[in-house]
């Protein structure tokens, strides 16, 4: 029905950014709608002319977005209280790794979830916010401030498949132009990183803290997001921390008080602990990264002898830390 059309394609407009006729396409076609690119023009132009849209001319694709005046205001009747509380759960929890222009675009949407929870008294839904924090075991760091516009500019990029151009301050401080193909996003509490593929040699994907871009900029390339590339595999090897995607076997005893918890929620499926008199030895394989090696400076004031870490995919010799050694 062309009112279903109407209302699935003024959904995917953004408050914030744009979207081509192409994207509400690509977009619509999940949701059983189907139209060509040309059916979807004359929609959208019709409904420019009628509705606070505006339309980007700068270039060959035009992009289309509510104006900053436009009141928003497309929700999902019939809301009932268990979605109401997945809808603030994702919110209150996902809101640092989600684009902004789909935050905006989902306000009215949060804003009709709170209502219906705030409305209902002594229901198990609205009280189960309440009920659940999450709490970091290590030490909570305040989130590094981001530039303005940096984290909007990423995030859209990421969100459409478009290609970035950013400027990057490294840990060392020195100021680099990259031009990038978004692949991921990983919140490292208390840090945020971009998963991106290099445009130029050397192409190896690798990680852009989003507190070191001084300035982001959207590319009006778009490309094909790889269908090889895994970002729970990236994150697990470790290359996100500052590793190089190796695996290690480390091995370490440690005083029964302090490794007590590491018993309990282990390093790896095949960690392995042997119970000795006054300590626990534990064997595990992890891959080896910064942070591997910020844990066990961590835990070496506790560690009864030498660290022993073997370099397995090189089969390389093993090379013990010694107390003067230790990371």
Not at 13 to 40: C, F, W, Y
Not at 199 to 227: C, G, I, K, N, Y
Not at 272 to 298: C, D, K, P, W
Not at 319 to 327: C, D, E, F, K, T
Request: glycine share 4%.
């Amino acid at each position: 029905m062309r009112s279903t059309t109407i209302i699935e394609t003024l959904k995917r407009i953004p408050k914030r950014g744009r979207v081509s006729a192409k994207e509400i396409q690509s977009h619509l076609e999940p949701v059983g709608i189907h139209r060509d690119i040309r059916s979807i023009q004359r929609l959208m132009n019709e409904l420019c002319s009628c509705l606070p849209i505006d339309q980007d001319r700068r270039d060959t694709t035009f992009g289309y977005s509510w104006s900053e005046t436009a009141k928003v205001e497309l929700s999902i009747p019939g809301l009932n209280d268990m979605e109401a509380l997945l809808l603030l759960l994702a919110r209150d929890h996902l809101a640092s790794i989600m684009p902004p222009s789909v935050l905006e675009n989902l306000s009215a949407l949060f804003s009709e979830a709170q209502s219906q929870l705030t409305s209902t008294v002594n229901v198990p839904e609205s009280e189960w916010r309440k009920k659940v924090a999450v709490s970091q075991r290590v030490q909570p760091l305040l989130p590094p401030n981001i530039p303005d516009g940096v984290f909007e500019t990423v995030s859209d990029c990421l969100f459409a498949n478009h290609e970035l151009s950013i400027q990057y301050r490294n840990r060392h401080g020195r100021l680099k132009d990259h031009h990038l193909k978004p692949l991921g996003m990983v919140d490292s509490s208390p840090v945020i990183y971009l998963v991106a593929q290099p445009v130029e040699p050397p192409t190896e994907t690798r990680t852009f803290a989003l507190h070191r871009m001084v300035s982001a900029r959207r590319l009006d390339f778009q490309f094909e997001w790889p269908s090889d590339f895994d970002l729970e595999r990236f994150v697990a090897s470790g290359k996100h921390a500052y590793g190089d995607g190796s695996r290690v076997r480390v091995t370490f005893e440690i005083l029964q008080a302090a490794g007590l918890h590491l018993t309990e929620a282990p390093l790896s499926e095949d960690q392995t602990v042997e119970r000795l008199q006054n300590s626990y030895r534990i064997s595990a394989t992890v891959a080896n990264s910064m942070r591997l090696h910020n844990f066990l400076y961590g835990i070496s004031e506790d560690v009864v002898g030498d660290i022993l870490i073997e370099e397995l995919p090189a089969r390389r010799p093993n090379r013990r830390l010694g107390s003067a050694q230790r990371p």
